[in-house]
């Protein structure tokens, strides 16, 4: 078998997915053929501190996972795209990059939403994907960090995907960051990080932008980058308990057509269709206009639109349902080339500060350090679903016993999934339709 196709199997059979987004199956990444790999180093959401620990403790494998998948790609480059502001960071790394061919540190500003695939292969590359598209549509592939991390594991130590790095912040005790068995329910990384220091807060899985609401019992997955508290009060917390219908009265009643929603929106000043402004008009006077309700899908429910908007509301939450309704009646964006940047958009980058003093949550804002500790899971819970809906297939019954790194469900055959394993020894307790849960005997 040719190296590329050993790396494709070993890291599909590891399970690897992104670790940094929507879970997207790593090895269908590999399989494509680009001039170069972009290892994403951004973590432009603020508060996140998981890939910024990993890359400081774990140089080496995060540079030999971005050799890795430049092997399978046949890339000729690959670029580590870093904030400049995280020196420790980059320190560890070109401590390290000599010993690597053809690998290149590129520093990216302090701004947000600097992880955007679009933006970012801008920044790095200075090319325009097409809008609809991918970075592979301009010679390129990006990988979060973990994501590499994971693949030189699966492919150089025949590991599987059991463990995730995640930073506990927020309104908590002691704020970390900490690598736990995937299937941890969020209640005992909680308590990991010393529990919530206010009385009401919200759960969020992710950054404080894009991160979603989550409850306590809920298990970390592979796509968990953190698990914040989100006090009372705060923009994320207001934003997530707003109902959309409610959103869209509000619309109707006070969006005043300022259009400083598509004048802050990164993927409009990068070029594109999307005027999240022309989307709450037409949506709130319900004006039939297929093309502008079509834009939404151009939308990366990055948030900036709702952070900006002088009247409180959120472009984001409306194009994100529009999304959905286009998604479901299979309604995609045609591929098509971007005109040209608009000019004003280097000076309209949000920066990081601003951003967490917008978002209320600046007295959180600070240094996070890893915390090496191991954590003895008394049980896990581990979820069947994988990207796009895709269900897994339990390979395992009640009362089976399973070792840590055994195979428990895998995709149905041709469907583009990954295999998932058990992330502790123990005894399988129950398997149903969304997840298994193992408990330690
Ligand atoms: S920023 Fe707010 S008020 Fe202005 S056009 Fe956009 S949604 Fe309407
Ligand atoms: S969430 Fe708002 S700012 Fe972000 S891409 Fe969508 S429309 Fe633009």
């Known amino acids: 078998m040719d190296v590329s196709k050993e790396i494709i199997e070993a890291v599909m059979e590891a ?40 890359v400081q403790h774990y140089p080496d494998e995060v540079l030999k996972g971005l050799q890795i998948a430049m092997q399978a790609t046949g890339a000729k480059k690959g670029i580590i795209a870093i904030k400049k502001k995280y020196e420790a960071c980059k320190k560890a790394l070109e401590d390290k990059i000599g010993n690597y061919e053809n690998i290149v540190i590129h520093e990216l500003g302090d701004f947000y939403p600097a992880g955007d695939e679009h933006v970012m292969v801008k920044e790095v590359l200075k090319r325009a994907m097409p809008m609809g598209g991918i970075p592979a549509d301009v010679g390129a592939v990006v990988h979060n960090v973990e994501t590499l991390y994971n693949i030189k594991r699966a492919y150089h130590d025949k590991k599987p995907v059991t463990q995730k790095f995640v930073t506990v912040a927020g309104a908590v005790r002691h704020p970390l960051v900490v690598k736990v068995p995937i299937g941890l329910k969020f209640a005992e990384l909680l308590d990991l990080a010393g529990g919530p220091t206010v009385k009401n807060y ?50 109707k009643a006070a969006c005043c057509q300022c259009r400083i929603c598509t004048d802050m929106c990164p993927r409009y000043l990068l070029g594109h269709s999307l005027q999240p402004h022309k989307i709450m008009r037409t949506v709130s006077y319900g004006i039939p206009d297929p093309e502008t309700v079509k834009n939404s899908l151009l939308c990366s429910e990055c948030g900036l639109c709702e ?60 240094q996070i350090e890893y915390a090496d500790v191991k954590i003895d899971a008394k049980e896990v819970k581990l979820m069947l679903r ?45 398997v149903d339709e969304t997840s298994v849960v193992i408990r330690k005997e």
């Open 386 to 430: 994988q990207y796009a809906g895709l269900k897994l297939l339990p390979l395992v019954k009640e009362k089976d016993q399973v070792k840590a790194g055994e195979m428990i469900a895998k995709a149905p055959e041709g469907k583009p999934g990954v295999s998932l394993h058990a992330s502790i020894d123990g005894v399988v307790a129950s």
């Open 202 to 251: 919200i759960l969020v899985d992710g950054g404080p932008m894009m991160g979603n609401e989550v409850d306590a019992s809920d298990p970390v997955t592979k796509t968990t980058s953190a698990l914040l508290v989100i006090p009372e009060g705060t923009v994320p917390y207001i934003s997530r308990k707003a109902r959309v219908e409610v959103l869209l009265k509000r619309a």
């Open 307 to 366: 952070i900006t908007c002088p009247m409180g509301l959120s472009p984001r939450r409306i194009n994100s349902r529009l999304k959905r309704l286009l998604q479901e009646k299979k309604i995609r964006f045609p591929k098509m080339n971007v005109e040209r940047e608009r000019p004003e958009r280097e000076t309209r980058k949000y920066p990081t500060k601003k951003l967490v003093a917008r978002l209320g949550l600046a007295s959180f804002f600070h």
């Open 15 to 54: 399970g690897v997915v992104g670790a940094g987004g929507a879970g997207f199956p790593a090895h269908i990444k590999l399989n494509a053929k680009c001039e170069v790999v972009i290892a994403n180093m951004a973590e432009c959401e603020p508060l996140l501190f998981t890939n910024q620990a990993l």
